[in-house]
Nanobody, 121 residues
Framework: QVQLVESGGGAVQPGGSLRLSCAASGFTFSMYVMRWYRQAPGKERELVAGITSIGGTTNYADSVKGRFTISRDNAKNAVYLQMNSLKREDTAVYYC??????????????WGQGTLVTVSS
């Protein structure tokens, strides 16, 4: 089956750092753009960062630019989100996403189950 599994979430104080990981399986990971989204309670899901298939181009939401870094290791079928200088506003469930994966006879969008990041003092 096509699957994304996030890990690395937890509780951290403001100004701290966390590194999220996403392990992919069931598709040719190296062919696809990967993204991180987040969703805080009562708020809409937000695109945080994206990365192209070979990692040459990245993009970030304005709210995290300069603090977060997305990267990938295609040999490990993994994408990462390094989060520095965390703020309380970063508290959310973070999701790994593959928006357009060729699978069987069509295309699918793949989501992980999410990992919770809580930033509080």
């Amino acid at each position: 089956q096509v699957q994304l599994v996030e890990s690395g979430g937890g509780a951290v104080q403001p100004g701290g750092s966390l590194r999220l990981s996403c392990a992919a399986s069931g598709f040719t990971f190296s062919m696809y753009v990967m993204r991180w989204y987040r969703q805080a309670p009562g708020k809409e899901r937000e695109l945080v960062a994206g990365i192209t298939s070979i990692g040459g181009t990245t993009n970030y939401a304005d709210s995290v630019k300069g603090r977060f870094t997305i990267s990938r290791d295609n040999a490990k079928n993994a994408v990462y989100l390094q989060m520095n200088s965390l703020k309380r506003e970063d508290t959310a469930v973070y999701y790994c996403n593959a928006p357009d994966v060729r699978y069987l006879t069509g295309r699918v969008e793949v989501w992980g189950q999410g990992t919770l990041v809580t930033v509080s003092s």
